[in-house]
């Protein structure tokens, strides 16, 4: 079945640095996917998605390319801050003929960023 | 907008009561919502797929007759977790599904509420 693959963790950066994030990805169709980031405490947050091969999503700094050759839609940020320490979670979502919506979650990476 | 509440935020209950946890989307209608469970430092593990008017439709290895859902509205679902034992601790998390406007930005996104920690002693 479908599944998703994230590096593991934690990952802790000074700020300022460079991040990447990898996640790689199996799916039988043409899977839409995204990047969510839970904070401490709370639900998670969509930060970004890309629905068809080349695509790239941003928000906030973070981008990520849908990269169909390589199967993987890899998160990157050039400068981190404090403030974006979370967990964050790569995901995929089949929005083919069946589009039922499900999301198929990475296991999560936390990211912690020292001032 | 597109906001999902969740109640309560943390419950502790007995072993062996029942629990309800509610989910609803404040400002838009969601024919359907997900429930996932989130163990600590793990990922969300899809639970049930909740759809108005209709049921729900479970993930292998789920109890139906355990986590109990009811879609009776298009902003409400609830999730039963009955007879509660201390492995089913965990963080329950749902999310609806904007089915708005076709082709409008938020067109088949899910939103995720803030989840409810459940600890059964």
């Known amino acids: 079945g479908d599944s998703v693959t994230q590096m593991e963790g934690p990952v802790t950066l000074s700020e300022e640095a460079f991040l990447t994030i990898n996640c790689t990805y199996t799916a039988t169709g043409y899977p839409s996917l995204f990047w969510y980031v839970q904070y401490p405490g709370e639900g998670l947050q969509l930060l970004l998605k890309?629905?068809?091969?080349?695509d790239k999503g941003s928000n906030k700094g973070f981008e990520a390319t849908y990269r169909k050759e390589t199967t993987s839609f890899h998160l990157e940020k050039g400068s981190v801050q404090v403030s974006d320490s979370a967990v964050y979670f790569c995901?995929?979502?089949?929005?083919?003929?069946?589009?039922?919506?499900?999301?198929?979650f990475g296991q999560g990476t936390t990211l912690q960023v020292k001032p | 907008g597109a906001v999902v509440s969740q109640h309560p935020s943390r419950v502790i209950c007995k072993s062996g009561t029942s629990v309800k946890i509610e989910c609803r989307s404040l400002?838009?209608?969601?024919?359907?919502m997900f429930w996932y469970r989130q163990f600590p430092k793990q990922s969300l593990m899809l639970m049930a797929t909740?759809?108005?008017?209709?049921?729900?439709?479970?993930e292998q290895g789920v109890e139906k007759d355990k986590f109990l859902i009811n879609h009776a509205s298009l902003t409400l679902s609830t999730l039963t977790v009955t007879s509660a034992h201390p492995e089913d601790s965990s963080f329950y998390i749902c999310?609806?599904?904007?089915?708005?406007?076709?082709?409008?930005?938020?067109?088949?996104?899910?939103?995720f509420g803030p989840g409810t920690r459940l600890t059964v002693l």
């Open positions: 909740s759809n108005e008017g209709s049921k729900a439709t479970y």
């Open positions: 890309a629905t068809k091969a080349d």
């Open positions: 400002d838009f209608q969601a024919t359907t």
């Open positions: 995901a995929l979502s089949d929005m083919g003929s069946s589009n039922t919506g499900k999301l198929i």
């Open positions: 999310s609806a599904r904007d089915m708005g406007l076709a082709g409008g930005p938020l067109y088949n996104e899910q939103f």
